[in-house]
């Protein structure tokens, strides 16, 4: 049982490329979300998905887009990588219930893409 | 004004004595509060959750919850070296909203 899986762990970028963080949990979850962590400012919310197919901003969505593949895989996209795109970024997935986020839900967190961008 | 506060530390306490970290946070209609330990390059994990005012321990761990005064508390007895880490503070608002952390270091 792997639980939250990211794929790259490391990544380095020039300004102005693009790349897709990619995302799996197996823990059938109905929910999943994108953070990133900068140094001094905690985790923020990029993105989150309720249930599959639906898709919902969160504090930080400008410079990304996300998909949510199928159940299981939630990926995050970087259209045109900026400076201020540098951080740690981390998947997430709670149980959650069909279409809500409940309040309640643990969010259990993949191991963290180390992103730089040039 | 940021949502979710915490003293950013470090907090230095002995092995063996009890480490207190505080977080305030400035809705009131939050639902749901999380305290999750992260070592250094590591993604965060769940120690304690609570949602009613009150105390709730688990082990070692104690959370405290006064949703008058938006403070919410972890108390750690017995503090190990083991248990140096940045704890972040969570908050369920519509979606997580989560405290920049505590540093604490444990001296043997």
């Known amino acids: 049982n792997a639980g939250v899986t990211q794929t790259p762990k490391f990544q380095v970028l020039k300004t102005g490329q693009s790349m897709t963080l990619q995302c799996a949990q197996d823990?059938?979850?109905?929910?999943m979300y994108w953070y990133r962590q900068d140094p001094g400012m905690g985790l923020r919310l990029i993105y989150y998905?309720?249930?599959?197919?639906?898709?919902d901003k969160g504090e930080v969505p400008n410079g990304y887009n996300v998909s949510r593949l199928n159940k299981r895989e939630f990926s995050l996209r970087l259209e045109s990588a900026a400076p201020s795109q540098t951080s740690v970024y981390f998947c997430a997935s709670s149980e959650g219930s069909s279409g809500v986020l409940l309040a309640t839900d643990t969010q259990y967190f993949g191991p963290g893409t180390r992103l730089t961008v040039l | 004004q940021k949502e979710v506060e915490q003293n950013s530390g470090p907090l230095s306490v002995p092995e063996g004595a009890i480490a207190s970290l505080n977080c305030t946070y400035s809705?009131?209609?939050?639902?749901?509060f999380f305290w999750y330990r992260q070592y250094s390059g590591k993604s965060p994990e769940l120690i304690m959750s609570i949602y009613s005012n009150g105390d709730k321990e688990d082990g070692r761990f104690t959370a405290q919850l006064n949703k008058a005064s938006q403070y919410v508390s972890l108390l750690i007895r017995d503090s190990q070296p083991s248990d140096s880490a940045t704890y972040l503070c969570?908050?369920?608002?519509?979606?997580?909203?989560f405290g920049a952390g505590t540093r604490l270091t444990v001296k043997p």
């Open positions: 823990m059938n979850h109905n929910s």
């Open positions: 998905s309720a249930s599959e197919g639906t898709t």
């Open positions: 969570a908050v369920n608002y519509n979606d997580m909203r």
């Open positions: 809705d009131r209609g939050s639902q749901s």
